[in-house]
């Protein structure tokens, strides 16, 4: 790779095969860039307290890459209403699932302190076997009038044992 992935330049590599994806993706990474400390620029990001680049800044580096002719691996499908969290049955996405404190964490370590209810678009493990990842939206972005067009505004771990309630298993 000719440019460096953690601090991209403006102008694109002489090897970039696709300017204008290099230009869009860029920008997300300029939008979504952990500051100096590592955390992400954009204030309400929901990786706000996580030391990784937050989804979209992930996602823009992925962007810079293939647009250098890099491929990437794409994950192997999941069958629907199956999750590769310890071979539990998991939601199916659309489903809506009801968080309680303490019950999901908004980022790894750190209880969740309210209420959510959270329609699923995608579940996938994390490190910690008590928790998954829900990608999801609130009900509300579900309203004709909602102006949510990003694929999902909930990156929190919730427990297993509530998704697999929810999926129609016992815990």
Known sequence: MSFDVENPSVESPDECQHLLLWQLARALWEAHRPDSAGFCVIAGCWHENQRDPCRLAQLAQEGMRIACGETTAAPPPVPPGTGPVSGRQ??????????????????????????????????????????????????????????????????????????????????
């Open 90 to 171: 998991m939601p199916e996405p659309g489903a809506r699932v009801s968080v309680r404190p303490g019950q999901w964490q908004p980022s790894p370590g750190i209880e969740g302190q309210t209420g959510h209810d959270i329609v699923i678009v995608k579940v996938h493990e994390s490190h910690d076997p008590r928790f998954a990842w829900v990608y999801g939206h609130g009900p509300d972005c579900s309203w004709p009038t909602a102006d949510c067009a990003v694929p999902w505004c909930f990156e929190v771990l919730v427990s297993v044992d509530v998704l697999a309630t929810v999926a129609g298993q016992r815990p």
